[in-house]
């Protein structure tokens, strides 16, 4: 029996179709969502991020602003450029693209945004209302995932969630999304001895651990979900996963791919995040 593969793309296209109708609501009432994007530096991958965002933007109808900055710039110079930001009314979301050059502290720079911007999820304002399960905005791959376990049709509840990797973008935060839909959570990470013997255990296993196919079958039981976090190159500087694809291929009920899955509602979720924002303006000024 072939795993059923979960379709990135399709789920994501489906998501902005309804946050394209949702654009046009806004637009009727006089608000264009607007989101910036700030580029420091000429890191190519970071180029090539930010112009998927900004052509995802246009095709729902969104307003994007991408601010050019050079790699030298003072951090004080940029902290000021997000405060302009803040204030403009027509911007809705704020996103800084990482990594910043080493003489920037990524902390104040995240701390600067507006939590009414904060469309990433980063802020710890934005990370304490999510750990208290309060109306904020989600971390944009987290998110992602838990639509796509939501659109596939797989339950969370009671299920047995493993997750290989801690960072502060996509291990932390997934578990606390999924612990709120009633999953029972470990965390691993580098120093977790004996991996195996907890991935085994996964009824729903994400790999976040930026290891190319790292995770392989002996990593996990018959029948368990899948979900690769992970975007490497190979040896021979394919793309791919942190998961072994054609290993698990057969066992896993259910994998995402990569490309194609996770990555997709990346993006989407930015562009659900953005809407949401300027819907929440909407209401603040008829209030």
Same mark, same amino acid.
């Given at each position: 029996? &072939?795993?059923?593969?979960?379709?990135?793309?399709?789920?994501?296209?489906?998501?902005?179709?309804?946050? +394209?109708?949702?654009?046009?609501?806004?637009? +009727?009432?006089?608000?264009?969502?607007?989101?910036?994007?700030?580029?420091?530096?000429?890191?190519? *991958?970071?180029?090539?991020?930010?112009?998927?965002?900004?052509?995802?933007?246009?095709?729902?109808?969104?307003? &994007?602003?991408?601010?050019?900055?050079?790699?030298?710039?003072?951090?004080? +110079?940029?902290?000021?450029?997000?405060?302009?930001?803040?204030?403009?009314?027509?911007?809705?979301?704020?996103?800084?693209?990482?990594?910043?050059?080493?003489?920037?502290?990524?902390?104040? #720079?995240?701390?600067? $945004?507006?939590?009414?911007?904060?469309?990433?999820?980063?802020?710890?304002?934005?990370?304490?209302?999510?750990?208290?399960?309060?109306?904020?905005?989600?971390?944009?791959?987290?998110?992602? #995932?838990?639509?796509?376990? @939501?659109?596939?049709?797989?339950? #969370? *509840?009671?299920?047995?969630? #493993?997750?290989?990797?801690? &960072?502060? $973008?996509?291990?932390?935060?997934?578990?606390?999304?999924?612990?709120?839909?009633?999953?029972?959570?470990?965390?691993?990470?580098?120093?977790?001895?004996?991996?195996?013997?907890?991935?085994?255990?996964?009824? $729903?296993?994400?790999?976040?651990?930026?290891?190319?196919?790292? =995770?392989? &079958?002996?990593?996990? /039981? @018959?029948?368990? %979900?899948?979900?690769?976090?992970?975007?490497?190159?190979?040896?021979?500087?394919?793309?791919?996963?942190?998961?072994?694809?054609?290993? %698990?291929?057969?066992? *896993?009920?259910? $994998?995402?791919? %990569?490309?194609?899955?996770?990555?997709?509602?990346? =993006?989407?979720?930015?562009?659900?995040?953005?809407?949401?924002?300027?819907? /929440?303006?909407?209401?603040?000024? +008829?209030?």
């Amino acid at each position: 029996m &072939s795993s059923i593969i979960i379709n990135g793309k399709e789920i994501g296209q489906e998501i902005r179709t309804g946050v +394209a109708a949702r654009v046009q609501v806004l637009k +009727a009432k006089g608000v264009t969502p607007g989101l910036a994007v700030i580029l420091v530096g000429d890191n190519p *991958a970071s180029k090539t991020y930010v112009a998927n965002k900004q052509k995802s933007c246009e095709q729902i109808g969104m307003f &994007s602003d991408l601010i050019k900055l050079p790699e030298d710039i003072s951090e004080q +110079a940029l902290l000021q450029q997000i405060r302009e930001l803040n204030n403009r009314k027509d911007i809705h979301g704020i996103l800084v693209q990482l990594p910043l050059p080493k003489h920037i502290d990524e902390d104040k #720079v995240i701390q600067t $945004i507006s939590p009414e911007k904060d469309v990433d999820g980063f802020s710890p304002i934005s990370v304490g209302k999510m750990m208290l399960g309060q109306d904020t905005y989600l971390p944009c791959t987290p998110y992602g #995932v838990m639509k796509l376990l @939501e659109h596939s049709g797989i339950d #969370v *509840a009671g299920k047995h969630a #493993v997750i290989v990797g801690r &960072s502060h $973008i996509v291990g932390k935060p997934m578990g606390q999304l999924l612990l709120q839909k009633d999953a029972t959570v470990t965390y691993t990470h580098s120093k977790t001895p004996d991996l195996p013997s907890f991935t085994k255990q996964a009824d $729903i296993l994400i790999a976040a651990v930026g290891r190319a196919n790292f =995770i392989t &079958s002996e990593h996990i /039981k @018959e029948g368990a %979900v899948i979900i690769d976090v992970g975007i490497n190159r190979d040896e021979e500087n394919h793309l791919c996963g942190d998961v072994n694809f054609d290993d %698990v291929q057969g066992i *896993a009920s259910h $994998i995402t791919p %990569v490309p194609g899955g996770v990555g997709p509602m990346t =993006i989407t979720m930015l562009l659900e995040n953005t809407v949401q924002a300027a819907e /929440k303006e909407l209401e603040r000024q +008829a209030e």
